[in-house]
């Protein structure tokens, strides 16, 4: 059995649906990539996997070897963290409440995994500053750190790298990389970046309006108009009337091909 | 004048009055630097006026005080925390109109029936003198609770303050976090209304931890010196007032004021120092 799987998953807010038709699996050791336009519903999906929404259709199921509350999670950045006087040790530790049931304290299991995790995001030597006084790729590094304490096996990121410079997103998808190969952790991520998600990724589910554009692995991933209209319009509208004339019905990508292509190239071009 | 401060605690009102007031100073300093970093330090401020408005009423009908003051602000409490857990009905606006309105109904009740007495002017501006053996027990029963509650779930609170979505998601109650700490913010306002007054008890919640937050840096150190801050001001403006017979709601609030300059000149002095250091 997958490690997660949804079936014919739907939400909706105030009884307007904003995703439905969701189907896809997520095995253990994969590098999931979640891609959509602003507004698609990707944090909608995030919390819906990790139980803080509830489907208003279908089902999410686990496997025997994972519990909901197993799972790591990076949110979006909200303001309210931003002056928060907290010492990055304090942060990171927090992360590892999941695990001690109604025990009041941290022991000392819980600190050396705070130290482990600090350690191998590389922010030992910043566990005593204050967490606002630190940049947006040290922040990141910092919750990052603090997911990893809350899973040994799945970690949920929503946009890690929104509002890092070029340089310093290179340096945190390296280390998203590797806690996916060397800890083995399966990794579920939300991002714009569709060529980090390309390189990346083993898997692909691209999310459009309001349902599923695209799910499989990133190599079938590169054949779909979904993928070339974000990164190359003309391809985009031969692979469509390809498929057009073939199956009179495409399964994937837009109605206005086209349209759509000059504009996303644009926007990557910016 | 170390004669007459050692004079002050001959009578027993003003021991009962230090006493009770440490304590309300020590627990809504902790419940300050929650809601404070949540940005509910407004239903603070609302649940006190609310507050007020119950007292006036429990007067006219004269009924006891506290028994009708208690279950109307922790039912204000409830409604206050969904309002500002709710963005879409505008949060702030709606805890100000529930505060201003629940300010004019008691106005309203008191020139209706009593007229402005000393006891509807102990209620906006408080007085030491009015403390019963009651209140005491009430006081000293509310810290107990908010000082266990704070020592064992220190580190949940913490994750809820600190990010409630990731505490959620690691399956924190969020939820009942919030609803405990504003019940126990609405327990400790009543009881610290009869000392400081309805008008000035929000700021005994939200200075301490505005005035920490200057120079400290962990969530701990915040807490401990929110605590201690509180406690030295609430001392301080208490032996003022009975030395210039002031008023003692608004001595320790001045109290509050001068710490706040103090660590906010700390904190701004400090940057200069940083700053210069770099540029050498
Ligand atoms: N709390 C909410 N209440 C009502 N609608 C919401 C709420 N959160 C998100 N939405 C709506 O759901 C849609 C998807 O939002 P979201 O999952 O945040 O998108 P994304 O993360 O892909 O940008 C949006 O149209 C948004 O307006
Ligand atoms: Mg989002």
Not at chain 1, 184 to 211: C, F, P
Not at chain 2, 76 to 88: D, Q, V
Not at chain 2, 231 to 236: E, G, M, Q, R, S
């Amino acid at each position: 059995m997958s490690l997660i799987s949804c079936e014919d998953l739907a939400f909706a807010y105030d009884g307007v649906t904003v995703l439905r038709h969701l189907d896809f699996k997520v095995e253990q050791g994969d590098y999931l990539c979640i891609l959509g336009e602003n507004g698609a519903g990707k944090s909608t999906l995030m919390k819906g996997l990790l139980g803080l929404k509830k489907p208003s259709a279908g089902t999410v199921s686990f496997g025997e070897e994972l519990r909901a509350k197993e799972i790591g999670y990076l949110p979006q950045q909200t303001p309210v963290q931003k002056d928060f006087p907290a010492s990055v040790r304090e942060v990171v530790l927090s992360g590892c409440l999941s695990g001690m049931g109604m025990r009041p304290f941290y022991a000392k299991a819980e600190k050396d995994r705070a130290d482990r995790n600090m350690q191998a995001l590389e922010i030992t030597d910043l566990k005593d500053r204050c967490y606002r006084d630190l940049s947006g790729g040290q922040q990141q590094r910092v919750l990052l750190a603090r997911a990893l304490c809350a899973t040994k096996k799945v970690i949920l990121l929503d946009e890690p790298v929104a509002g890092l410079d070029p340089l310093v997103t290179i340096n945190m998808y390296r280390l998203i990389e590797r806690i996916n190969k060397e800890m083995g952790i399966t990794v579920i991520m939300v991002s714009h970046d569709m060529q980090a998600a390309t390189k990346y990724a083993s898997h692909i589910l691209h999310l459009g309006e309001d349902r599923q554009l695209f799910f499989g692995t990133c190599e079938d991933y590169r054949h779909t108009a979904a993928y070339h209209s974000f990164m190359d319009g003309e391809k985009a509208v031969h692979i469509w009337k390809k498929a057009a004339g073939k199956e009179k019905k495409p399964r994937a990508a837009s109605p206005e091909p086209e349209e759509k292509g000059e504009k996303e190239k644009k926007e990557v071009q910016q | 004048m170390f004669g007459l401060i050692l004079e002050m605690f001959t009578y027993p009102f003003m021991v009962r009055a230090l006493c009770m007031g440490v304590l309300v100073a020590v627990c809504s300093a902790l419940l300050g630097v929650t809601l404070v970093l949540k940005r509910y330090s407004m239903i603070g401020d609302g649940l006190s006026h609310v507050g007020f408005g119950a007292l006036a009423i429990a007067t006219a009908m004269n009924a006891a005080p506290l028994a009708v003051a208690i279950p109307v602000v922790i039912a204000a409490a409830f409604l206050l925390l969904r309002l500002t857990e709710n963005s879409k009905i505008k949060g702030d606006a709606a805890v100000a109109l529930i505060s201003t309105g629940a300010l004019a109904i008691g106005v309203m009740v008191v020139s209706m029936t009593t007229g402005m007495n000393t006891d509807v002017y102990n209620y906006l501006f408080g007085s030491i003198l009015s403390m019963s053996h009651g209140d005491v027990v009430l006081t000293g029963t509310v810290s107990a609770v908010i000082l266990v509650m704070f020592v064992f779930f220190y580190n949940r609170i913490f994750a809820v303050t600190f990010d409630e979505t990731f505490a959620r998601a690691t399956g924190l109650n969020a939820k009942l976090y919030n609803t405990v700490i504003a019940v126990l913010t609405a327990l400790i306002i009543v009881v610290g209304m009869r000392m400081m007054g309805s008008l000035l008890i929000s700021s005994l919640v939200v200075f301490p931890a505005v005035t920490s937050m200057r120079t400290c840096i962990t969530f701990r150190s915040v807490m401990i010196c929110s605590a201690v801050v509180s406690t030295i001001c609430l001392v301080t403006g208490l032996v003022i007032s009975y030395l210039y017979a002031a008023p003692t709601g608004a001595s320790i609030v001045l109290c509050n004021i001068a710490a706040f300059i103090t660590f906010a000149a700390v904190q701004k002095g400090r940057e200069c120092l940083q700053s210069s250091e770099k540029s050498l």
